[in-house]
């Protein structure tokens, strides 16, 4: 019987199927992006006057597609190299990337916008405008321009006040200056929330839509071959291996078409593979990693990730009550109450009414819980809620593990 210090020292001296695992990561953006050069194409058309005739107008540009169809990489991608190509010409040009979810409020995205600009903000109280005014000031002393993304952009829209939104599209109704030095790429995952959006706010953004379709098995052969070459050994990944995954996953097959997700089922049928200990990555290993691997939860693991700290205890909450007691619908009162017992025992100071509805009303814009008004039979009127997604041991223990990470 080996003891404890064998078998770990078993685990570093095995050989892997990793040449360089990071070049798999959601993060990694690619030297080559396989089936977007046309997107890069039209990203470049639409914000060609910032270099050609910078200042005559701010461009506003749409990204539209379903997750892992390669909006985020491509953006990223295209505000790298325009930046490097406007220099060339002689224009000071700066790509800042956002995401909404992880910046929720128009406040948090000016800030961030400073930030990543590296402005000073005077910590007095300034208002969102005030640090865009110092924003736009910053950019005239320095003769720059700035391209700004705003990722999840849709998340934005669906929980911020009219003003807000009113206030970021059309900025530039608001400042006095001749030159635009601001330009908009808002990256979304579906259309239908910006053209239910008033139609002076509607017309601004809709001007130029870029639209990205899921992947085909062929094209996700191609992404997962590039990959390869990046992050295994060579002739450690088979060529069936790499069809199967691709046609699981690809929109012809039947599949969502998310690249991500193709991905994440490459990476773990090679964690599979070197947990055999197996010189190669078998189809086995493949259709094992398949199973674990669940596109819906990838994409919900994700939301969950970028949830403050208080919307993430209210759901641990909610769940808590489900296991209780399975019903369809919760009373508000019932759910207020689970929340405060967990917040006692996580030693948080529970948030009042109003900021739980608010915490609520964000779940429920991103499709983790349902809610309506309770009708005949109850006494009074008051909010029922729901879950929308389904509850499994694995997805508690991402929540459970999430809660004490931020507690720390």
């Given at each position: 019987m080996?003891?404890?210090?064998?078998?770990?020292n078993?685990?570093?001296?095995?050989?892997?199927v990793?040449k360089?695992?990071?070049?798999?990561?959601p993060d990694?953006?690619?030297?080559?992006l396989?089936?977007?050069?046309?997107?890069i194409?039209?990203?470049g058309?639409?914000?060609?006057?910032v270099?050609?005739?910078?200042?005559?107008?701010?461009?506003?540009?749409i990204?539209?597609?379903r997750?892992?169809?390669?909006?985020?990489?491509?953006?990223k991608?295209?505000?790298q190299?325009?930046?490097?190509?406007?220099?060339?010409r002689?224009?000071?040009?700066?790509y800042?990337?956002?995401?909404?979810?992880?910046?929720?409020?128009l406040?948090?995205?000016?800030l961030?916008?400073?930030?990543q600009?590296?402005?000073p903000?005077p910590?007095?109280?300034l208002?969102?405008?005030?640090?865009?005014?110092l924003?736009?000031?910053?950019?005239?002393?320095?003769?720059?321009y700035?391209?700004?993304?705003?990722?999840?952009?849709d998340?934005?829209l669906?929980?911020?006040?009219?003003?807000?939104?009113?206030?970021?599209?059309?900025?530039y109704?608001?400042?006095?200056?001749?030159?635009?030095?601001?330009?908009?790429?808002f990256?979304?995952?579906?259309?239908?929330?910006?053209?239910?959006?008033?139609?002076?706010?509607?017309?601004?953004i809709?001007r130029?839509?870029?639209?990205?379709?899921?992947?085909?098995?062929?094209?996700?052969?191609?992404?997962?071959?590039?990959?390869?070459?990046?992050?295994?050994y060579e002739?450690?990944?088979?060529d069936?291996?790499?069809?199967?995954?691709?046609?699981?996953?690809?929109?012809?097959?039947?599949?969502?078409?998310?690249?991500r997700?193709?991905?994440?089922?490459?990476e773990?049928?090679?964690?599979?593979?070197?947990r055999?200990?197996?010189?190669i990555?078998?189809?086995?290993?493949?259709?094992?990693?398949?199973?674990?691997?669940?596109?819906?939860?990838?994409?919900l693991?994700?939301?969950?990730?970028?949830?403050e700290l208080?919307d993430?205890?209210?759901?641990?909450?909610?769940?808590?009550?489900?296991?209780?007691?399975r019903?369809?619908f919760?009373q508000?009162?019932?759910?207020e109450?689970?929340?405060?017992?967990?917040?006692?025992?996580?030693?948080e100071?529970?948030?009042?009414?109003?900021?739980?509805?608010?915490?609520?009303?964000?779940?429920?814009s991103?499709?983790?819980?349902s809610?309506r008004?309770s009708?005949?039979?109850?006494?009074?009127?008051?909010?029922?809620?729901s879950?929308?997604?389904?509850?499994?041991?694995?997805?508690?223990?991402?929540?459970?593990?999430?809660l004490?990470?931020?507690?720390?």
């Open positions: 080996q003891n404890p210090r064998d078998i770990l078993e685990i570093f001296s095995a050989t892997s990793f360089d695992k990071s070049k798999l990561s990694y953006i690619p030297p080559r396989p089936h977007r050069e046309d997107k194409k039209e990203l058309l639409a914000f060609k006057d270099v050609t005739n910078p200042g005559s107008s701010s461009q506003r540009v990204i539209v597609g997750v892992g169809t390669g909006k985020t990489a491509t953006s991608a295209f505000g190299e325009f930046k490097n190509i406007a220099k060339t002689g224009i000071k040009l700066e800042v990337h956002l995401n909404c979810h992880r910046q929720r409020t406040y948090l995205l000016m961030e916008i400073a930030n600009l590296k402005l903000i910590s007095r109280g208002s969102s405008q005030e640090i865009f005014e924003i736009h000031e910053y950019l005239e002393k320095r003769g720059m700035l391209i700004v993304a705003f990722d999840e952009f998340y934005f669906s929980t911020s006040p009219l003003e807000d939104i009113y206030f970021l599209v059309r900025i109704d608001e400042l006095n200056t001749t030159v635009k030095r601001v330009n908009y790429l990256i979304v995952r579906e259309l239908g929330i910006v053209t239910g959006l008033d139609k002076s706010v509607k017309d601004h809709m130029r839509v870029i639209e990205f379709k899921p992947y085909t098995s062929a094209e996700l052969q191609d992404i997962l071959q590039d990959r390869i070459k990046e992050a295994f002739n450690t990944v088979m069936d291996v790499v069809k199967f995954i691709a046609d699981t996953h690809g929109y012809d097959k039947g599949g969502t078409g998310n690249a997700a193709a991905i994440e089922t490459l773990v049928a090679g964690e599979l593979a070197d055999d200990n197996s010189p990555v078998t189809l086995e290993h493949a259709k094992e990693a398949n199973s674990r691997v669940n596109p819906e939860a990838s994409i693991l994700d939301s969950i990730r970028y949830l208080h993430l205890i209210l759901l641990r909450a909610i769940i808590a009550l489900y296991n209780k007691e019903r369809e919760y508000m009162g019932l759910v109450e689970e929340y405060k017992k967990l917040c006692e025992e996580l030693g100071e529970p948030r009042k009414h109003t900021q739980v509805y608010e915490y609520i009303r964000r779940l429920r991103m499709g983790i819980l809610t008004q009708g005949k039979g109850m006494r009074g009127r008051t909010t029922l809620i879950l929308s997604i389904p509850i499994s041991p694995d997805l508690v223990d991402f929540i459970d593990k999430e004490r990470g931020r507690l720390q």
